[in-house]
C-alpha cells in the first residue's frame, strides 16, 4: 500500500540520519544531520550505542515534511506516519532497500553475502 495514498502532495526530505525534532533542520550541524540515531532522555542527538535505552529520533518527529533516512540499520524498513528508515543492513547482511516516489513503493534486494559485520 502506498504511503502517500491519503496525502499525495506531501512533500519528502531525504536525510543521511536524522535531524532534532524540535529545532529547524537546516540549522542543525552536519554531524547531528549525519549521525544521529536516538534521542536520550535530556533530548540530546545520540549514536544509539551511546545511549541505548533511548527512542529512535523518528520516534519523536510529526511532520511534516515525510523525512526519508538511513544511518540506523534494522531488519526491516521503519515506518511510521512521517518518516521512514530504509536503512536495512544490506552490509551486514540483509537488504539493500530503496523508498520509490511518488507512489511510496518499497523495493529491496537481498545482500549476496555479509559484507561487514
Known amino acids: 500500500m502506498p ?3 491519503e496525502e499525495p502532495s506531501v512533500e519528502a526530505l531525504f536525510v543521511h540520519g536524522g535531524f ?3 529545532k529547524p533542520w537546516r540549522d542543525q550541524s552536519p554531524e547531528v544531520l549525519t549521525n544521529i540515531q536516538v534521542i536520550d532522555d535530556e533530548g540530546q542527538p545520540r549514536k544509539r550505542r551511546d545511549a ?5 529520533w523518528a520516534d519523536h518527529w510529526t511532520g511534516p515534511p515525510f523525512v526519508v533516512y538511513g544511518h540506523t ?3 526491516e524498513v521503519y ?3 512521517w518518516s521512514i528508515g530504509i536503512d536495512t ?3 551486514g547482511g540483509g537488504h539493500l532497500t530503496a523508498f520509490i ?3 511510496g513503493r518499497i523495493l529491496q ?3 549476496q553475502k555479509c559484507y561487514y559485520s
Do not use: G, N
Open 79 to 81: 515506518q511510521l506516519k
Open 101 to 103: 516516489l511518488p507512489e
Open 20 to 22: 532534532i525534532p524540535d
Open 109 to 111: 534486494v537481498k545482500a
Open 89 to 91: 543492513a544490506y552490509v
Open 73 to 75: 540499520p534494522r531488519s
Open 52 to 56: 541505548p535505552e533511548a527512542r529512535p
Open 3 to 5: 504511503l502517500f495514498h
